[in-house]
């Protein structure tokens, strides 16, 4: 596999779908400013320009799409995220060079999905899940059937296993320490790369939302009613 050229593939699809998008606001009379909004009042937002300066708009509808962004192990484990050696499903997809080994905390669909990426392109891929099942929402035996496929594909699996710490030695590899929560038993696992896909939150700090009316949740969500 000539990976940096299936790189090159990838940031041409992005750039083209990115692309596509702008020239579809342009077409349809859409105003686009580039730079970080945040909320002055219900109805105001500042938006300081990415080409410099700040400038102000005002409506009376305003919709809040700012997405989302991983969750992160605390930092008291030692596996922060350095987008290089202890990676995001971000950091995931702009990796150099295919890993010999990775392991992956989190079973869940993102982690499953790039997971199997590299299982797929090489790599010796472990996957950490805290609980007796993988992507815990699936309906339960098409979640066995899931995992059994995976496993043929050469998957291996750390269940109702944790994290309890870990070191990140940069180009000398990722060290995890695993703890089952079935009989407290500890293991070590020495990776390349370590793919941290434990969930994610809303992305909506600094956007000033103190200064309107909106009520924000523990999650950093903003409370919803049936109408959006």
Known sequence: MDFPKLMKSKEKAVDGLTGGIEYLMKKNKVD??????????????????????????????????????????????????????????????????????????????????????YARLGSEVTVIQHTDRICPSLDIEIGKNFHNCLKKQGLKFAMSTKVSSGVNNKEKGVKLNLESNKDGSETVLDVDVCLVCIGRHAFTGGLGLENTDAVVDARGCVVIDDHW
Not at 54 to 67: E, L, M, Y
Not at 68 to 77: C, M, Q
């Open 32 to 117: 686009y400013v580039k730079g970080w909004g945040k909320f002055t009042s219900n109805n105001e937002i500042s938006v300081d320009l990415l080409e410099g300066g700040v400038d102000t708009f005002t409506a009376k509808n305003i919709i809040i799409a700012t997405g989302s962004e991983p969750n992160a192990l605390p930092a008291s484990s030692g596996l922060a995220f350095d987008e290089e050696y202890v990676v995001s499903s971000t950091g995931a997809l702009d990796l150099k060079t295919i890993p010999k080994t990775m392991a992956v905390i989190g079973g869940g669909v993102i982690g499953i999905e790039l997971g199997s990426v």
